[in-house]
């Protein structure tokens, strides 16, 4: 009999406290995990965002931020202001100069607005080809012909081809420099996809994520200076160190090896354990029968 | 040399009446299945979770700025420290599922009611303290799943009426997950909780010897139909003793746990370990999808799924006192054989099935 009163008296206590609790845990969860998207970047909490992406923005400008919202650097946290500058937590003071505005830069203000990341690459850049026909002419290729940019991907070799470089010269000297990057680029992209694996299964890679990143970031700045002659010289050096960085991620996966067959060898022993209890299990019981 | 050297353990120790007393004396009724053993099998997982934890704690450090790397030097670097740290991840789940099945066997023979309803309310108890040892073992590597998990789990109390924000607030040692609430709970995962655990397990174990185990109510309706008013121990006399003949089925069962932590270790070794969990905490940087342990995936999506979340929150603690304090909701003029209550079958099965669906439903949601 007691039970069907101790729990409606249970329920009906928790319903009456209902009523009565406070509600700032509850909110923050429910705002923060439970109602919005987990996905939602940092750099999308911004004045940037919010403006360009209302209703009263010409639709040129909402092209922008989708564009940038595909891009590699979004996918990194980069967002508007590390590049335009500004105030992107206060929507009143958001395009002040005061608060380090820069805008659109000018065409020939370009390789210096990525230069101030990409330092080593503008430098090589600069004394290229391309930036000192860029510097002279003010027409050659900058950073945005051949990167383009809001809609910036991960740079890879792809985006030396025919239709790009051949604006501005044959594509036969592209092409000589494609080959030049073959070898070490392949490299590259084996290692980054390899410590892209191990990271998920689990090993620890971050002294060679280090080292590659040190190399990755040094070689696509050597290959700015557009000169194949140099790229040539230079990429056994590079095949050499990134080789180093392969022969730690094989033994990784050596070792990765070993932990499967050891488990495996485990669950074997004991496979032939518990048939061979089994077995003595039914003698027993035979036995007492 | 065997036979002088067993005669030397003895003298010493008799471990001939030991042997005698506890497991050839002790009888276990007809009925005794392998599922009857499961009560060990969480025993020895246990056991498995405490050495294996032990070794984890040699060169773990419970601070923010080290946690992750040592836990990633125990995996990477330290001779099978990985075998180790696997063997801790994959047997803190099998431990959870274990239990699961202990509880529903015992609940479909109803082999909780009287005399043995501390028995099941001990057993509830160690349950609840398991998942909390889960919860506080989770965040300790201190990657990016176990810091995100922690947040919404530390959260999830916040609902209560009253005292709600009060046990979020304690279980942080804050407003967020910080170093205090890494080092909260490392003292409740290594010292605090294992400790209630084993006092719980030596009641628990206490009580089954006293009273004997339970017979099946399938095969011997009659002996329990009116439960005795005075202390009668189950003394089986009809069954087997529990050497060897109930032991090699624990036996067998303690394989077959082995081989299946083993297989989970050779074929899915990071099952329990998705990619984030090779990721320093970051505060500032919230993962894609962050869920709950698959055991708490059924009161997470209960909480998202009834719109208002007091009454969530509440239906839970509602389910679990329930659950904990079963036998003396249950009706005590019924028998055990639980097919002839269909009423207690189905509700057993309605619970069961609402779990599992809550819990494929939070996994997909």
């Given amino acids: ?289 | 040399m065997w036979e002088r050297i067993t005669h030397w353990i003895e003298v010493r120790i008799g471990l001939e009446e030991l042997v005698n007393k506890h497991l050839r004396q002790f009888r276990t009724p007809k009925g005794a299945t392998f599922w009857s053993t499961l009560g060990f099998v969480t025993l020895i997982a246990f056991i498995v979770q405490a050495v294996t934890g032990i070794m984890l704690l040699l060169y773990y450090i419970p601070h923010p700025e080290h946690a992750f790397n040592s836990v990633q030097t125990i995996t990477n670097e330290i001779p099978y420290g990985w075998l180790f740290r696997l063997i801790h991840n994959v047997g803190g789940n099998i431990i959870v599922a274990v239990i699961i099945m202990h509880m529903v066997h015992v609940f479909l023979r109803v082999s909780y009611r009287r005399p043995r309803e501390i028995t099941w309310v001990t057993g509830v108890l160690m349950f609840l303290l398991v998942l909390l040892a889960c919860i506080t073992g989770q965040l300790l590597p201190w990657h990016q799943t176990g810091f995100w998990q922690t947040t919404v789990t530390s959260t999830i109390p916040a609902f209560l009426p009253v005292i709600g924000e009060g046990i979020s607030s304690y279980m942080r040692g804050g407003e967020f997950v910080t170093g205090i609430t890494l080092s909260r709970f490392f003292s409740f995962h290594v010292v605090i909780l294992p400790v209630f655990i084993v006092a719980l397990m030596f009641l628990h174990v206490l009580l089954i010897r006293r009273q004997g185990l339970s017979t099946s109510p399938l095969i011997e309706p009659e002996t329990e139909t009116t439960p005795p008013d005075d202390f009668k121990r189950d003394a089986h006399p009809e069954g087997q003793p529990c050497f060897p003949h109930f032991s090699l089925k624990r036996l067998f069962m303690v394989m077959v746990y082995f081989a299946f932590l083993f297989f989970i270790l050779t074929f899915f070794p990071n099952i329990f370990l998705p990619p984030e969990a090779n990721i320093q905490a970051d505060p500032m940087t919230t993962p894609e999808s962050i869920r709950p342990a698959w055991y708490f995936l059924a009161p997470y999506q209960i909480i998202k799924t009834i719109p208002n979340d007091v009454l969530g929150i509440s239906l839970l603690v509602i389910f679990s006192f329930i659950l904990m304090f079963w036998p003396f909701f249950d009706a005590r003029d019924a028998g055990r054989n639980i097919r002839k209550r269909p009423m207690l079958l189905s509700l057993g099965l309605i619970v069961l099935a609402l779990w599992l669906i809550f819990t494929i439903w939070g996994m997909y949601s």
């Fill in chain 1, 1 to 289: 009999m007691m039970r069907y009163v101790i729990i409606p008296v249970i329920v009906f206590i928790a319903l009456v406290a209902a009523g009565h609790s406070r509600a700032s845990y509850r909110e923050t969860f429910e705002k923060e995990f439970m109602l919005s998207p987990w996905a939602i970047a940092k750099g999308e909490i911004s004045a940037c965002i919010q403006c360009h992406t209302s209703d009263s923005m010409d639709p040129k400008m909402h092209q922008l931020v989708r564009e940038w919202r595909g891009s590699w650097h979004a996918k990194n946290n980069v967002s508007c202001h590390d590049c335009h500058g500004g105030a992107p937590e206060d929507a009143s003071m958001s395009m002040m100069h005061q608060r380090g505005f820069k805008g659109s830069p000018e065409n020939l203000d370009i390789p210096g607005f990525c230069g101030t990341c990409h330092i080593a690459i503008e430098k090589n850049y600069l004394h290229s080809g391309h930036g000192k026909t860029f510097l002279d002419t003010g027409e050659g290729p900058s950073c945005v012909t051949c990167h383009g940019s809001h809609d910036i991907q991960r740079a890879s070799m792809d985006i030396i081809n025919e239709h790009l470089c051949s604006q501005c010269h044959t594509y036969e000297r592209a092409k000589e420099m494609k080959q030049a990057l073959f070898l070490v680029e392949s490299k590259l992209n084996s290692i980054d996809k390899n410590l892209k694996r191990l990271k998920v299964l689990g090993i620890a890679t971050e002294r060679q994520e280090q080292a590659f990143f040190r190399n990755h970031a040094e070689f696509r700045a050597l290959f700015h200076s557009i000169d194949v002659d140099a790229v040539r010289a230079r990429s056994s050096d590079y095949t050499q160190k990134l080789e180093e960085i392969e022969n730690e991620i094989n033994e990784s996966f050596k070792q990765l090896a070993f932990r499967r067959n050891f488990s495996a060898y485990l669950f074997l022993i004991f496979i032939g354990l518990s048939i061979v209890v089994f077995l003595l299990s039914k003698t027993y019981e035979e036995d007492k029968k």
